[in-house]
């Protein structure tokens, strides 16, 4: 079974802030996607990374997947309280496209 | 709007009933999958299908049933409901199309066995 470790676990900062998220394994992923869930919802995604060392931003956002594709780091810049939600990361590898997901990063941006 | 959805949004039942929890969409999506999310447990994948007629397991697949008999549906089948099957469930879909492709979920059921 592949693992993906996300830390840290909880996350309370003031608005502004800046802040990483980390997802790592070791194991070899062919894509890692990132996706936020707010309470009451399914997971929506953010980006999907594939290539090793690929950076992607979406407005505050970066996304980096490590260049032996094992890794990936979510990064928030100037946080704010929209942000808040359950941040998590997701491995696929094989050929048969099933996710493996970490636990997630419970992420509260107070105002 | 097109998406995944999920019916019921919330479920009781008693230990022993079986049920079954209804996934649709509208996209056209060859890939689907069912998990189930517990408070530190994560999402787990219980069964998913990569097209009509084929389906296979996941990490968690006992104690739950599918069928993919058209594209757009994916029932997930609790046969004998047990209290150790109380979580969330979410279905979701992909078109598996393009290097960077992601999947769409449902906004989940809630099932509670007593």
């Known amino acids: 079974t592949q693992l993906l470790e996300q830390s840290p676990q909880f996350l309370s900062i003031q608005e502004g802030e800046n802040l990483t998220v980390y997802c790592n394994s070791s194991s070899v992923f062919s894509s890692l ?14 980006v999907t990374v594939v290539t090793g060392g690929e950076v992607k931003k979406l407005k505050r956002l970066t996304f980096q997947f490590g260049d032996a594709r094992k890794d990936s780091s979510l990064h928030i810049t100037a946080a704010q309280p929209g942000d808040t939600g359950l941040y998590l990361c997701a491995g696929v590898s094989g050929s048969n496209y099933k996710l493996t997901f970490g636990k997630g990063t419970l992420l509260t941006v107070n105002p | 709007n097109a998406g995944v959805t999920q019916t019921p949004k919330f479920q009781v039942l008693k230990t022993g009933q079986s049920m079954t929890l209804q996934c649709a969409q509208d996209m056209n999506h060859e890939y689907m999958s069912w998990y189930r999310q517990d408070p530190g447990m994560g999402l787990r994948l219980i069964h ?3 097209g009509a007629g084929i389906t296979d397991q996941g990490e968690v697949p006992n104690g739950y049933n599918v069928s993919r008999s058209t594209t757009e ?13 109380t979580s969330v469930y979410f279905c979701a879909s992909s078109a598996l199309r393009g290097r960077d492709y992601g999947y769409t979920f449902g906004s989940g059921t809630r099932l509670t066995v007593v």
Do not use: T
Request: proline letters at 13%; a negative charge.
């Open chain 2, 48 to 50: 998913y299908s990569v």
């Open chain 2, 73 to 85: 549906d994916f029932p997930l089948r609790l046969l004998s409901a047990a209290p150790s099957q």
């Open chain 1, 33 to 46: 996607q990132w996706y936020r869930q707010e309470p009451g919802e399914g997971p929506v995604l953010l």
